[in-house]
């Protein structure tokens, strides 16, 4: 990721000098310039590609750290022969030094040009090693990274979740079987970990819709997604409830004749059909039409993460599920830790309700806490260490927790994660501002717009409202008027960024009361003080810095001049908490 947002910074550096400085971008600039960002798209289309191969990971993270270091140091030298020569213009009111300009231009030109043809080396190396795995050629049958799979962990968490769905279960129930003749398309969207599938799961087991439907069949999608898999585990669920046998010569069938075959086994009977953990819109298209409608009530649910996924597939009342107040967090609590009849220590109580609403709600981090509370002593000093370290417990597992919100990061399209993860320059439970936060990604050179009217404000809305349709940003403030004031994140979804910050060197985050290390990153924050001024820790960054967040310690010690020696920064912050 690092490598991503290096090229499209340097992209967008270049374009902006363009643009603010025509009178510099003459005769052989042009030319010059064109190559640079002829290369830059190259890198661009390289990594974006490798994010969907299979290849080996450490050649990929090899591969990106090359560009990512190319990238860098081609924007590095631009801007900083840019603002030389903007500088010696304002005080000699010469001409502008083109010739000077070119001459630097054209030795990075040959810098990248040889980083450029080291790259084309590897991919030949990728593209030629192996059929199935190409860096240039994803997989046809799977619409995402196969490194990113559905885990069964949380299906198994989820199925524990026993408290705070009855309302949303008699709302899905009264759906499911309402009076409508037509097929009808009912949605659950939420967050990872909230309880989707155990809400329909309870559904799909309800006593009175085991009498309505003649035949209930169960899909899960996943990430890894392939048509003849979704036929398949539909014909098994159809077996079950006829007397054909269905199963006989699938194997020599092709596709077409399968789903034709669904489609005659469910002519007639009236059926419910689940569609669990769908992630995209092109997926539901090509398994919509396998599901015929013959005007007899019957249904399909749908359970997706992404909220724009739903409203794709009925955009008729989506249903949403929210996170578990107090109450019913402090029940699944109890009922994990000490068992249905919920015999708990009265000295627990009140340590119990703060562990239960550091958890924000999200069945899945409770049921993770529960686990670790069952092997630990049941003392008000063991639950106080627990209330404590309530992250470093949730870091220990990253399959059941990080991991599993890991699946929606790691879906998102290149252009988002670069600001999911600057989400992680902010502490834990910090609101920003919806401008603010606008303003950041656009001076940041995460926002682009190719081929687009659009202002950059206007594409860095749009990117916003993708983030929250997918449930990775959070509305946290709102006008009187509706409009929203502020968003933040989930104290998970903060966990699982700052774990991927560090892997992917996005950028520098110092969240402890330490000396930060001296680093070769452009991106820094840092949200807490260990104890010296901020003219020290100027002198510890690299001056080739883009971003400097300092959180709420620093206020009072701040001095401007401390950060003029860097030349090309972008986005300074003095952060109120």
């Known amino acids: 990721m690092a490598a991503y947002t290096s090229v499209i910074s340097l992209l967008q550096t270049l374009e902006q000098l363009q643009q603010s400085h025509p009178e510099l971008i003459q005769g052989q600039m ?5 190559s640079l960002r002829v290369t830059a798209e190259y890198f661009l289309n390289v990594v974006e590609e490798a994010s969907k191969s299979r290849f080996d990971p450490e050649k990929i993270k090899s591969l990106e750290e090359k560009i990512r270091a190319s990238a860098s140091y081609t924007e590095d030298v631009v801007e900083l022969t840019i603002y ?8 000699t009111f010469g001409s502008a030094p083109t010739s000077s300009l070119h001459k630097n231009f054209l030795s990075v030109v040959e810098k990248i040009d040889t980083q450029k043809n080291e790259v084309m080396e590897i991919v030949s ?3 030629t090693s192996t059929r199935d795995d190409q860096i240039l050629e994803s997989d046809g049958d799977s619409l995402i990274n196969t490194s990113s799979r559905s885990n069964p962990t949380l299906q198994h968490l989820e199925d524990d979740i026993v408290h705070g769905l009855d309302d949303d279960l008699e709302i899905i129930v009264e759906r499911l079987t309402g009076q409508l003749s037509d097929l009808d398309i009912v949605t659950i969207s939420g967050m990872g970990g909230i309880g989707k599938t155990t809400l329909a799961r309870k559904a799909y087991d ?3 819709l085991s009498y309505h439907f003649d035949i209930r069949v169960w899909i899960t999608i996943s990430q890894e997604f392939g048509r003849r898999n979704v036929l398949l585990e539909a014909l098994h669920c159809i077996s079950k409830h006829t007397n054909i046998d269905i199963k006989k010569d699938y194997d020599v069938k092709d596709d077409n004749e399968l789903a034709d075959l669904v489609q005659k086994s469910l002519k007639g009977p009236r059926y419910l059909v689940v569609v ?3 992630w995209s819109t092109d997926v539901w298209d090509s398994i919509r039409g396998i599901f015929p409608d013959y005007n007899n009530r019957s249904r399909i ?5 992404e909220t724009k996924v739903a409203m794709y597939a009925n955009p008729i009342s989506p249903h949403e599920m929210n996170l578990l107040n107090l109450e019913n967090s402090w029940k699944l609590l109890c009922d994990k830790v000490f068992g249905p009849n919920n015999c708990h220590p009265p000295e627990l109580e009140e340590i119990g309700k703060k562990i239960a609403e550091k958890c924000q709600g999200l069945p899945l981090t409770i049921l993770v806490i529960a686990g670790h509370l069952s092997k630990v002593s049941r003392t008000l000093g063991s639950w106080m260490d627990v209330a404590q370290t309530l992250g470093e417990i949730i870091s220990s597992h990253p399959d ?4 599993v919100l890991g699946l929606s990061y790691h879906h998102l399209p290149n252009h988002l994660k670069p600001c999911f993860l600057s989400m992680g320059s902010f502490p834990e439970d910090y609101h920003v501002e919806t401008w603010r936060l606008i303003q950041l990604w656009i001076a940041e050179g995460f926002i682009r717009r190719p081929g687009s009217d659009k202002s950059l404000a206007e594409v860095a809305e749009d990117y916003l409202e993708d983030l929250i349709s997918r449930n990775l940003i959070m509305v946290r403030k709102k006008r009187f008027n509706g409009e929203v004031k502020a968003y933040g994140m989930h104290d998970l979804l903060h966990e699982f960024c700052l774990t991927e910050v560090e892997l992917t060197k996005f950028m520098y985050i110092e969240t402890t009361s330490i000396a930060p290390t001296v680093s070769t990153q452009r991106h820094f924050s840092f949200q807490k003080n260990y104890g010296s001024s901020v003219i020290h820790l100027c002198d510890l960054l690299p001056s080739v810095a883009r971003s400097i967040y300092l959180f709420p310690d620093f206020m009072f010690s701040a001095n401007i001049e401390a950060f003029s020696h860097f030349k090309l920064l972008r986005s300074f912050r003095i952060c109120k908490l």
């Open 206 to 208: 309800h006593l009175k």
């Open 301 to 305: 649910l749908l359970t997706t993460r």
């Open 125 to 127: 190396e990728f593209t």
């Open 30 to 34: 042009v030319k010059t310039l064109e």
């Open 84 to 91: 030389q020569i903007i500088e010696n213009l304002s005080w």
């Open 276 to 278: 669990d953990d769908i």
């Open 400 to 403: 059941k927790c990080l991991g």
